[in-house]
């Protein structure tokens, strides 16, 4: 199985910051690559797919980048709603596999 | 409104069997695949099976190859996950989870998952 590293696994940061969550993967998986945001007791929701393609309804403040084995999730200007857990998940070959999150709190 | 609704999670001993149900609407269900993905307490999301749109074609994972079968019934708009010989292992809550392609535009039998039910939890202990 394809095994998918995130880094880092927490930190916290400030509404109004620029941040950045990295993704990488064991092997090339061209740009095969999603992430998820979650919320303490819900369920995951779509950011982006297609490594950099934002899922209808995502604010643009949302972008990702990324192909082969490294990719980046950005978020350009933190929201108090932003406050949650990130998971990029590759789907280039069965299984798919996701990262092990990052946490991301507020400052 | 596309949704996703789960149920059937419960407490169960080890060794036990429980049926998940997942009552799809909103969307041409017979066109897409589906998943389960499990996300055990405090940890993070495991993808556990999918299933093609026709029911033709499943996956699971190697933790439940055995234990678990996927299917659908495409008349009742419903995804299915028979759980057996469960280990405390697999209490998580349980999500499914829904292509983001149809089978006329899908281009690869794998795809990101855009829209999740809320879960329902399943607790393995004696």
């Known amino acids: 199985a394809i095994r998918m590293t995130q880094s880092p696994s927490s930190f916290s940061a400030s509404t109004g910051d620029r941040v950045t969550i990295t993704c990488r993967a064991s092997?090339?998986?061209?740009?095969?690559l999603a992430w998820y945001q979650q919320k303490p007791g819900k369920a995951p929701k779509l950011l982006i797919y297609?490594?950099?393609t934002l899922q209808s309804g995502v604010p643009s403040r949302f972008s990702g980048s990324g192909s082969g084995t490294d990719f980046t999730l950005t978020i350009s200007c933190l929201q108090s709603e932003d406050f949650a857990t990130y998971y990029c998940?590759?789907?280039?070959?069965?299984?798919?596999?996701f990262g092990q999150g990052t946490r991301l709190e507020i400052k | 409104e596309v949704q996703l609704v789960e149920s059937g999670g419960g407490l169960v001993q080890p060794g036990g069997s429980l049926r998940l149900s997942c009552a799809a609407s909103?969307?041409?269900?017979?066109?897409?695949?589906m998943s389960w993905v499990r996300q055990a307490p405090g940890k993070g999301l495991e993808w556990v099976s999918a299933?093609?749109?026709?029911?033709?074609?499943?996956y699971y994972a190697d933790s439940v190859k055995g234990r678990f079968t996927i299917s659908r019934d495409n008349s009742k708009n419903t995804l299915y996950l028979q759980m057996n010989s469960l280990r405390a292992e697999d209490t998580a809550v349980y999500y499914c989870?829904?292509?983001?392609?149809?089978?006329?535009?899908?281009?690869?039998?794998?795809?990101?998952?855009?829209?999740w039910g809320q879960g329902t939890m399943v607790t393995v202990s004696s």
């Open positions: 909103g969307f041409t269900f017979s066109s897409y695949a």
């Open positions: 989870a829904k292509d983001t392609y149809s089978s006329s535009e899908r281009t690869r039998p794998l795809n990101a998952f855009d829209i």
């Open positions: 998940q590759q789907y280039y070959s069965y299984p798919p596999t």
């Open positions: 299933i093609s749109g026709s029911g033709g074609s499943t």
């Open positions: 092997q090339g998986i061209s740009s095969y």
């Open positions: 297609a490594a950099s």
